[in-house]
């Protein structure tokens, strides 16, 4: 929860406006002129702790565990509805993106299940080149839900027994080169 | 028309009705669509979650492979269009990302230089095809069905080109085209919850629910979709949405070239008809079989 109270200047983090400007897109949240459109648009805004118009004014103030320790940045679907519609043509889904990866980085994912089915997602990906959805949905509820695995189990039937639930993964070729790729990319480090 | 077909990753596995669909129409139609050699995953938004270098590199290897072709690249898939145009776009705009870029493929032996369009499989039947030609193919009028379209979030957005982001009307015009009734609704663009329904399913389950309610209060048999997410959310996950909110819903979700196929006069076991969660409703079914001396 945001301390109502006024914050001390020396208790905001400054250096997190810089941090934002420096990802693609990031400058752009200068223009931002607090219009709302974004939130009213969000058709997830409701359940979020700030809605993405807040969410840039609070980066701006420099509440950086306010920001990355939220809900919003898990919640936003990438739907781009809030993108289209901002009359600063602010890339609004992809500073979210941006947002997940510093959250991620800097460990801020506790119970976070987007972050597990992210990750193994990646997992998939880096292995066989595709992504395995059935296995990906195994390895998730094995680590983000299991408590919940049942709740899983009429989905998984009725894609069962219309076929449209593969067990073995789909390989590309090339592996090889693949990993060569983001072997090059992990030395070039990220952006 | 030739095309460099990309599938995607879920319609090689839970979408494959979608595949089997569109391989059963592309012959008809005149679409000759060959697939990228060795492709791999898009990266999807999960990938952009964690990194986005890497998430940028491994599309990018797409479009170089694709790049030997210097045709369209068209997918079916929505949430590949959007990442793959993203690709693109962020390519063309951001200097120190595209020499990035360029580095990691070289170290696979690849470069892209930028100039492949990538479209999406409802772009290119429709406005490549064409509905006039589509219409005049058609053994069957799907006369008295109400099909509501479902765009969903990424075909139209952020960068789609190609229709309204907010009022799109591709699918609306092909609808017509095959001689059913379009059912226009408010949340013809709302978003399912993609995968959201597998982290926060209580949300997304409510997505959908709303946007079941809103198709069914406008008088759909059934919705037809474009995206193997969005597919997967309405239809596998209807019966739990009906057990949660106590609705009674019975609509099937099909793909557009599920439609599409059932005009031409496709058997339906080709066109993966009877591998839908929500069954085709008994009405539907005389439509689809019945109108064939329409
Ligand atoms: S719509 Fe754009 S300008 Fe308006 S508050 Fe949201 S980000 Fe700022
Ligand atoms: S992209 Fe995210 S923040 Fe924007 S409207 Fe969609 S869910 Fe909300």
Redesign the pocket.
């Known amino acids: 929860m945001l301390d109502r109270d006024i914050v001390a200047e020396y208790k905001l983090d400054h250096d997190f406006l810089s941090e934002i400007y420096a990802l693609p897109g990031g400058r752009e949240i200068k223009k931002c002129i607090q219009c709302g459109t ?1 939130s009213s ?5 409701y359940v979020m702790d700030h809605g ?1 118009r807040k969410m840039f004014s609070l980066i701006r103030a420099g509440f950086r565990e306010e920001v990355l320790s939220s809900n919003t940045i898990w ?9 289209v519609r901002c009359p600063k043509d602010i890339k ?2 992809d500073v ?1 993106y941006a947002l997940k990866r510093l959250a991620v980085k800097e460990g801020k994912t506790k119970g976070k299940k987007a972050v597990v089915l992210s990750r193994n997602f990646a997992r998939m990906v880096n292995t066989y080149g595709r992504n395995h959805e059935t296995e990906l949905m195994a390895r998730y509820i094995l680590e983000a839900d299991l408590l919940h695995a049942l709740k899983f189990v009429p989905q998984g039937w009725k894609l069962l027994v219309n076929r449209r639930l593969p067990l073995f993964p789909h390989r590309m070729k090339n592996m090889d080169q693949l990993k060569k790729i983001l072997r090059k990319v992990d030395e070039l480090g990220e952006i | 028309m030739k095309y460099t077909y990309y599938p995607g990753c879920s319609v090689n596995a839970t979408a494959n009705i979608y595949r089997d669909s569109i391989a059963a129409i592309a012959p008809a139609l005149g679409l000759e669509l060959e697939e990228l050699e060795d492709w791999n995953c898009c990266g999807a938004t999960a990938y952009m979650s964690v990194k986005e270098l890497m998430s940028f590199a491994i599309s990018a290897r797409n479009l170089a492979i694709a790049e030997k072709h210097n045709r369209d690249v068209v997918t079916p898939c929505s949430a590949c269009y959007t990442v793959l145009n993203k690709t693109n776009h962020y390519f063309a705009d951001y200097p120190e990302l595209r020499r990035k870029i360029g580095q990691a493929l070289e170290a696979g032996g690849l470069s892209y230089s930028g100039n492949i369009r990538v479209r999406h499989l409802l772009d290119v039947i429709c406005n490549d095809i064409g509905y006039d030609k589509i219409a005049s193919l058609a053994k069957k009028k799907l006369a008295g069905l109400k099909v509501a379209p479902y765009y969903g979030c990424q075909i139209v957005r952020p960068d789609s080109g190609f229709d309204d982001p907010d009022e799109p009307t591709t699918m609306n015009r092909l609808i017509e085209a095959l001689g059913a009734e379009c059912v226009d609704y408010r949340m013809k663009t709302a ?1 399912c919850g993609a995968s959201l329904m597998g982290t926060q399913e209580e949300l997304a389950m409510r997505l959908c629910k709303n946007l079941l309610l809103d198709a069914q209060q406008n008088g759909a048999h059934c919705i037809v979709t474009i995206c193997p997410l969005c597919q997967m959310n309405l239809d596998v996950y209807q019966g739990k949405i009906n057990a949660r909110y106590k609705t009674k819903f019975d609509i099937p979700v099909l793909y557009f070239t599920q439609l599409i196929g059932v005009t031409l006069g496709l058997p339906l076991r080709d066109l993966g008809l009877g591998r839908l969660a929500v069954k085709l409703t008994k009405p539907m079914k005389r439509i689809f079989e019945g109108a064939n001396n329409g």
């Open positions: 974004c648009s969000c058709p997830l805004s993405p919640f936003c679907s990438s739907c781009y509805t809030c993108a609004i889904t979210m | 978003c």
